[in-house]
């Protein structure tokens, strides 16, 4: 754990330069709009360690596979979220010398990510070889308003002398991945242009054939006044920039602007995106810096006031908790069905920037409460357009029917190259079901489940039909050869969760069929026939749920988490020796399949989605079985432990794991930070709260709420959207008031009593 950073309840503060820290910084400073993303690179050259990024949402590359051995079924390509042109590059030469952080005294350094705002900030004083001295400001952001456009102001004051600045903006599309698996470059130049209005760059990528065109433009300022300067441009491969010198006098700023639009032949056709950059750039720069940041603090208040969470008490929580809402608003929009969030974000490249199952577990129920529910329902629409390519993955690996979802995927073809999480952590589609069920439950939109959802639920119950076998031993079905969301374990027969989640799925799968029969029975036929739905098939279905079998542990009333778990030396956490841990970066693989140490949630997993389904007693046995032996080096594993040590009452353990998931980036908890943030292990942070300490439920149409307050907090709040209604949720040491700011009328629980929250009324229960 690395803990370098300033607590503040609205900002993240960087208050001294230390390269050791920079890559780690880059991650956690990072900024987006759902387009496109930036990591917190300078601006002027730094030839230190660095991970330079930029992003734009759903631009990829089909890296070619890297393993050492193949096996049939292999996907032919890994696909990353590419490091596209670095717009945000402003070389700065004082009196011929590049200054370079990694070359020069570095003082009064201050770096800060204004979340209230949108924007990152950094100042500094640096010292040149020579003695010169001068100072730095620098803020930019990019835009939620206009999603092509970012902006930059970079000031510098010349403080104990006079002479020559220049500035030389540009763009550079030579760039590669750092986790390009054959140290290959992704993008070919297209078309450039240096000139006095504009620059421009276009590249594509080798394959696909993505085209992304870069325009900037900028403008200098010295006291305050614009300068008429003759830039001097440049272009050679994949580069253009504009030069101008500046005669400088000490203790006068020179403040450039920079402002740049990147467009995409996701959203043009070919021939018009210089044309559409040039558009979206001079609208910009028309509007100037300060609207600019007047418009993007203006959007940020909204998205604040629908999903801000408040904590009184402890700052370090409250930080926290406002970190991770902030990267996931920056990361998703919600406004465009063909993309989807990945594990990292616009933050940096590691799993490829590409969607996992992260998605439907853990992101879903941020978006369902924090925003009207057409933004969760595309994350919905993004699978069932997919179907076909899911398809298509089951039948590459042997399936003579039904649906197997990607592991990882951009365009709903599997793009993941290890086997053990290719071919066996299947318990994928039943997350996805899950997430139908889940939006359904949460929103009342039963209409989704015939126009889509339906089709879905049913091809994966055809692949769960498939990939299960008929044990004579046992007399039950079986599934063989999986690996659970325990990573640390793989190739294992019947795991727990993946056998129930399959269960539930087909249980799942013939209630929707029964309730659309009964309601709309025209409907109904048709899907019957679209689908050719068999009689034989459904009952079948219901045969495998009768007769699953569930590992199970008679004299410790446990669910095991898969066949032969019980052969392992238990050992706990907290008996190992700290410098084992992170395991996964001082054991050998071999060791910890071979241990009993756990990665993350994993029968817990399953108590956690089918929380209805087990009395309190069940959840602490196996809780108190599987907790104490699980490391949690999986970012996704301390949500879900926060929200059931809640619901059984271990507040200690809670505020724990609740503090371990909100600042995992923050502190550096697993030690690798650099690679990027973990965006979806933030959406859990948010559940932590909600779920957890909020205790919200949805069961037959009422949304439920079970809260307590962690001892380190006096108080807390959170808004929801549900089934139309604005509620705000204000858990004090006496009471809990629910709030409806909007027309529509809500149905809710407090403990166990039932009320109606009237339009723009509260109601007020004790906390127990």
């Known amino acids: 754990m690395k803990q370098y950073l300033k607590v503040d309840p609205w900002s993240i503060l960087e208050e001294s330069f230390d390269p050791a820290n920079h890559e780690i910084s880059e991650s956690i400073f990072s900024i987006g709009n759902g387009y496109m993303g930036q990591r917190a690179n300078f601006e002027e050259q730094y030839s230190g360690p660095s991970l330079q990024g930029s992003y734009m949402a759903g631009v990829y590359y089909p890296d070619k596979t890297r393993v050492g051995w193949w096996k049939n079924g292999y996907p032919e390509y890994f696909a990353k979220v590419l490091n596209s042109t670095n717009w945000i590059g402003i070389n700065?030469?004082?009196?011929?010398?590049?200054?370079?952080?990694?070359?020069?005294?570095?003082?009064?350094?201050?770096?800060?990510?204004?979340?209230?705002?949108?924007?990152?900030?950094?100042?500094?004083?640096?010292?040149?070889?020579?003695?010169?001295?001068?100072?730095?400001?620098?803020?930019?952001?990019v835009s939620i308003v206009r999603h092509e456009i970012g902006a930059i102001r970079y000031a510098v004051t010349p403080l104990n002398f006079n002479g020559e600045l220049r500035f030389a903006p540009?763009?550079?599309?030579?760039?590669?991945?750092?986790?390009s698996n054959y140290d290959e470059k992704?993008?070919?130049?297209?078309?450039?242009?240096?000139?006095?209005?504009?620059?421009?760059?276009?590249?594509?990528?080798?394959?696909?054939?993505?085209?992304?065109?870069?325009?900037?433009?900028?403008?200098?300022?010295?006291?305050?006044?614009?300068?008429?300067?003759?830039?001097?441009?440049?272009?050679?491969?994949?580069?253009?920039?504009?030069?101008?010198?500046?005669?400088?006098?000490?203790?006068?700023?020179?403040?450039?602007?920079?402002?740049?639009?990147?467009?995409?032949?996701?959203?043009?056709?070919?021939?018009?995106?210089?044309?559409?950059?040039?558009?979206?750039?001079?609208?910009?720069?028309?509007?100037?810096?300060?609207?600019?940041?007047?418009?993007?603090?203006?959007?940020?208040?909204k998205k604040w006031e629908m999903s801000d969470i408040i904590i009184e008490g402890d700052v370090a929580a409250q930080q926290a908790i406002r970190f991770n809402i902030f990267q996931l608003n920056q990361t998703y929009s919600g406004e465009d069905d063909r993309l989807n969030i990945g594990p990292k974000g616009f933050t940096g490249e590691k799993y490829g920037g590409s969607t996992y199952w992260d998605t439907e577990a853990y992101c879903l129920p941020f978006y369902l409460s924090t925003a009207e529910s057409d933004i969760a329902r595309n994350l919905l629409i993004y699978r069932y357009k997919h179907l076909e390519k899911a398809k298509e993955n089951a039948r590459k690996l042997g399936f003579t029917k039904g649906a197997l979802y990607p592991m990882v995927t951009m365009n709903g073809e599997e793009c993941h190259n290890e086997w053990e999480i290719t071919f066996e952590e299947i318990h994928r589609n039943g997350a996805i079901a899950y997430a139908i069920y889940n939006?359904?439950?949460?929103?009342?939109?039963?209409?989704?489940?015939?126009?889509?959802?339906?089709?879905?639920?049913?091809?994966?119950?055809?692949?769960?039909?498939?990939?299960?076998?008929?044990?004579?031993?046992?007399?039950?079905?079986?599934?063989?050869?999986?690996?659970?969301?325990?990573?640390?374990?793989?190739?294992?027969?019947?795991?727990?969760?993946?056998?129930?989640?399959?269960?539930?799925?087909?249980?799942?799968?013939?209630?929707?069929?029964e309730e659309l029969k009964?309601?709309?029975?025209?409907?109904?036929?048709?899907?019957?026939?679209?689908?050719?739905?068999?009689?034989?098939?459904?009952?079948?279905?219901?045969?495998?749920?009768?007769?699953?079998?569930?590992?199970?542990?008679?004299?410790?009333?446990?669910?095991?988490?898969?066949?032969?778990?019980?052969?392992?030396?238990?050992?706990?956490?907290?008996?190992?020796?700290?410098?084992?841990?992170?395991?996964?970066?001082?054991w050998s693989w071999d060791r910890i399949l071979r241990s009993c140490f756990i990665k993350q949630a994993d029968v817990l997993q399953g108590l956690y989605f089918l929380s209805d389904r087990y009395d309190l007693d069940t959840k602490k046995r196996n809780f108190d079985f599987y907790e104490p032996m699980t490391v949690h080096e999986s970012s996704?594993?301390?949500?879900?432990?926060?929200?059931?040590?809640?619901?059984?009452?271990?507040?200690?353990?809670?505020?724990?794991?609740?503090?371990?998931?909100?600042?995992?980036?923050?502190?550096?908890?697993?030690?690798?930070?650099?690679?990027?943030?973990?965006?979806?292990?933030?959406?859990?942070?948010?559940?932590?709260?909600?779920?957890?300490?909020?205790?919200?439920?949805?069961?037959?149409?009422?949304?439920?709420?079970?809260?307590?307050?962690?001892?380190?907090?006096?108080?807390?709040?959170?808004?929801?959207?549900?089934?139309?209604?604005?509620?705000?949720?204000?858990?004090?040491?006496?009471?809990i008031i629910v709030t409806n700011e909007s027309d529509t009328p809500a149905a809710i629980r407090i403990y166990d009593q039932s009320y109606t929250v009237d339009a723009n009324s509260q109601v007020q229960a004790k906390r127990q």
């Open 439 to 513: 939006y359904v439950n949460y929103t009342g939109d039963k209409a989704y489940l015939g126009e889509y959802g339906l089709e879905v639920l049913v091809e994966i119950s055809r692949f769960w039909e498939e990939r299960v076998n008929f044990s004579q031993v046992k007399g039950k079905y079986v599934m063989l050869g999986v690996t659970g969301p325990n990573e640390y374990e793989n190739n294992v027969n019947n795991n727990w969760y993946t056998n129930r989640i399959a269960a539930w799925t087909l249980e799942y799968t013939l209630e929707v069929l």
């Open 186 to 301: 992704f993008w070919l130049e297209v078309e450039k242009s240096a000139g006095t209005d504009v620059s421009y760059l276009t590249v594509k990528t080798k394959k696909l054939d993505f085209h992304v065109t870069s325009v900037m433009a900028f403008d200098v300022e010295q006291g305050g006044k614009r300068l008429e300067l003759a830039p001097a441009f440049h272009e050679q491969e994949k580069f253009v920039s504009a030069e101008v010198a500046v005669a400088a006098v000490s203790g006068e700023t020179v403040t450039l602007y920079k402002y740049v639009a990147n467009v995409t032949s996701r959203d043009h056709g070919l021939g018009e995106l210089v044309k559409a950059g040039k558009a979206a750039l001079h609208s910009a720069k028309e509007a100037g810096f300060d609207a600019l940041k007047r418009e993007q603090a203006e959007a940020w208040a």
């Open 92 to 141: 700065v030469f004082v009196d011929g010398v590049a200054l370079d952080l990694a070359e020069c005294q570095v003082k009064d350094f201050v770096r800060e990510l204004n979340m209230k705002e949108g924007y990152l900030y950094r100042r500094f004083t640096a010292v040149m070889k020579d003695g010169k001295e001068l100072a730095v400001e620098a803020l930019r952001f």
């Open 636 to 735: 996704l594993s301390p949500c879900v432990h926060a929200i059931l040590a809640c619901e059984l009452g271990y507040q200690e353990k809670a505020y724990e794991m609740y503090l371990r998931t909100a600042r995992l980036d923050l502190d550096n908890y697993n030690n690798d930070t650099e690679d990027g943030c973990h965006i979806t292990s933030m959406a859990g942070t948010w559940m932590a709260i909600v779920q957890g300490f909020g205790g919200l439920r949805v069961h037959e149409g009422e949304l439920v709420l079970r809260p307590f307050i962690p001892s380190h907090w006096t108080s807390f709040s959170f808004k929801v959207m549900f089934r139309g209604a604005r509620l705000k949720v204000n858990a004090t040491a006496d009471s």
């Open 518 to 586: 009964a309601q709309d029975a025209a409907h109904y036929a048709a899907l019957v026939e679209k689908l050719g739905l068999q009689e034989a098939e459904t009952k079948q279905w219901q045969h495998i749920i009768d007769n699953m079998y569930y590992p199970y542990d008679e004299e410790r009333g446990v669910f095991l988490q898969q066949d032969g778990f019980l052969d392992k030396e238990l050992i706990q956490v907290k008996d190992l020796d700290p410098k084992h841990l992170p395991l996964n970066q001082n």
């Open 170 to 179: 540009y763009l550079d599309g030579d760039v590669m991945n750092k986790d």
